[in-house]
């Protein structure tokens, strides 16, 4: 069965780093873009970053531009978040998302979600 397996929240201190790690597995991985979400409490989810396929293009929410960095490695089926300088504000549950779309078929997976807290 399709599983994405995240791992490395926790809580950082205001100005620290952490990275998320995605590892995907029941699919074909390196067809799909990967993405990362975040829901903070009482906030609609907003995504954070996104990566193609083979790795070639990335995007980023404003917010986190310059200080986040998405990677993903497809002999591994894992996708990555570097979060540096981390803020109060990027508090949230952060989430790993897979998705796939073509003229025939749209296809989209999401992980549990991993809680990283930022606070002093």
């Known amino acids: 069965q399709v599983q994405l397996v995240e791992s490395g929240g926790g809580l950082v201190q205001p100005g620290g780093s952490l990275r998320l790690s995605c590892a995907a597995s029941?699919?074909?991985?390196?067809?799909?873009?990967m993405s990362w979400y975040r829901q903070a409490p009482g906030k609609q989810r907003e995504l954070v970053a996104t990566?193609?396929?083979?790795?070639?293009?990335?995007n980023y929410a404003a917010s986190v531009k310059g200080r986040f960095t998405i990677s993903r490695d497809n002999a591994k089926n894992t996708v990555y978040l570097q979060m540096n300088g981390l803020k109060p504000e990027d508090t949230a549950v952060y989430y790993c998302?897979?998705?796939?779309?073509?003229?025939?078929?749209?296809?989209?997976?999401w992980g549990q979600g991993t809680q990283v807290t930022v606070s002093a």
């Open positions: 029941g699919f074909t991985f390196s067809s799909y873009a």
């Open positions: 998302n897979a998705r796939y779309d073509s003229t025939w078929s749209a296809r989209a997976y």
């Open positions: 990566i193609t396929s083979a790795g070639g293009n990335t």
